[in-house]
């Protein structure tokens, strides 16, 4: 089935159809998008340790984020919510934890300072991926809506908090 794209207008995009198996794999890789993120910022804490804090930070809230979303996956497997249909597919979320794991390799081998760090880390917040992702799941009762809203919100904290933190070293 078509159905418009609202990220890209006048795009037509073709629902992918997930039966419960997959949907259980597909949950699972947006966790593991999650911990690949928090990964990634705690190989920035270990390459840039002057500013260690504020990457061990925000990789935490990356796992925590994965928590939620294990609660999300728990609270539709007691069908207390469902999942939408998506446009995503298991193998585009595969793609994106891959290209992070290369990200953190590329960061090892040329150890990036915290400019390029900054740089890699909004893009991968900004993400299609990322920004999106949580809406998989049809949301009706309020702890599920809770969860859903923290995950929104703390996504947009972190991109202002990285530009933010962008800005001021360009003016630095």
Not at 37 to 55: C, G, M, N, V
């Amino acid at each position: 089935m078509a159905f418009p794209c609202a990220l890209m207008p006048g795009v037509m995009r073709m629902m992918v159809v997930m039966n419960k198996a997959q949907i259980d794999e597909f949950i699972q890789l947006l966790r593991k998008y999650e911990l690949s993120i928090a990964t990634l910022y705690e190989t920035f804490a270990t390459i840039l340790p002057s500013s260690r804090k504020a990457w061990m930070a925000y990789a935490n809230e990356e796992r925590l984020h994965a928590k939620w979303i294990n609660a999300l996956h728990a609270q539709m497997n007691n069908e207390k919510i469902s999942f939408e249909q998506t446009k995503f597919t298991t193998q585009s979320t595969i793609t994106a934890i891959d290209y992070i794991e290369n990200q953190i390799d590329k960061v090892v081998k040329s150890k990036t300072d915290l400019k390029q760090a900054l740089i890699i880390a909004i893009d991968i917040e900004k993400s299609l991926l990322d920004s999106a992702f949580f809406r998989v799941f049809k949301l009706s009762g309020p702890k599920a809506v809770k969860i859903q809203s923290r995950l929104v919100e703390a996504t947009k904290a972190h991109i202002e908090g990285l530009i933010e933190w962008q800005a001021n070293i360009k003016k630095a």
